[in-house]
């Protein structure tokens, strides 16, 4: 069964730092494209993050461009989503999900609160 | 940046009903254009991909159109288990998703 679960969520005060995680499995997850996208609570779908199959292309949305960084361990079959300089507005559920253009599967999220 | 716009926001219809949501790209995306639906505490689900081919395993009630900058989603027969709301998804340049179209059940 082609399965993500995202873990590191978590409470964090104003300007600090958690990094999620995203197991794969199911899959040859070297294969794949990965992106991170992210709900606030009550709100819509924001897409965060992408990288590449092999991890040489990434692209961020403006909203974390110089905050977050994403990379992959093809041989951990992980993903990751590193967070600095966190604000009240990156409060929200953070999804991992396959693909470059079409996402699917997603995993279940993991929800970051920023707050102090 | 390429904005994407649904509508409506919120709709209510009753079972059997035909459901129609619109998406439009605030510039020509041709047809890179995904819908997903979310049911209450779950993930989004992939629905129709580039804007009109139906997933595998989803049921054929379901289905999209369009092209350019104007799509539109539609549901055949509403059912009970298609509670949920719904969002398209550019991918023309980067990643955009509509603001969502919440569906009740009158």
């Known amino acids: 069964e082609v399965q993500l679960v995202e873990s590191g969520g978590g409470l964090v005060q104003p300007g600090g730092s958690l990094r999620l995680s995203c197991a794969a499995s199911?899959?040859?997850?070297?294969?794949?494209?990965m992106n991170w996208v992210r709900q606030a609570p009550g709100k819509g779908l924001e897409w965060v993050s992408y990288?590449?199959?092999?991890?040489?292309?990434?692209y961020y949305a403006d909203s974390v461009k110089g905050r977050f960084t994403i990379s992959r361990d093809n041989a951990k079959n992980s993903l990751y989503l590193q967070m600095n300089s966190l604000r009240a507005e990156d409060t929200a559920v953070y999804y991992c999900?396959?693909?470059?253009?079409?996402?699917?599967?997603w995993g279940q999220g993991t929800l970051v609160t920023v707050s102090s | 940046d390429i904005q994407m716009t649904q509508s409506p926001s919120s709709l209510s219809a009753s079972v059997g009903d035909r459901v129609t949501i619109t998406c439009q790209a605030s510039?020509?995306?041709?047809?890179?254009l995904n819908w997903y639906q979310q049911k209450p505490g779950k993930a989004p689900k992939l629905l129709i991909y580039?804007?009109?081919n139906l997933e595998t395993g989803v049921p054929s009630r379901f289905s999209g159109s369009g092209s350019g900058t104007d799509f539109t989603f539609t549901i055949s027969s509403l059912q009970p288990e298609d509670i949920a709301t719904y969002y398209c998804?550019?991918?023309?340049?980067?990643?955009?998703f509509g603001q969502g179209t919440r569906l009740e059940i009158k």
């Open positions: 999900a396959r693909g470059e253009h079409s996402f699917d599967p």
């Open positions: 510039q020509d995306i041709s047809n890179y």
């Open positions: 580039d804007a009109s």
């Open positions: 199911g899959f040859t997850f070297s294969s794949y494209e």
């Open positions: 998804q550019q991918y023309d340049n980067l990643i955009t």
């Open positions: 990288i590449s199959s092999s991890g040489s292309t990434i």
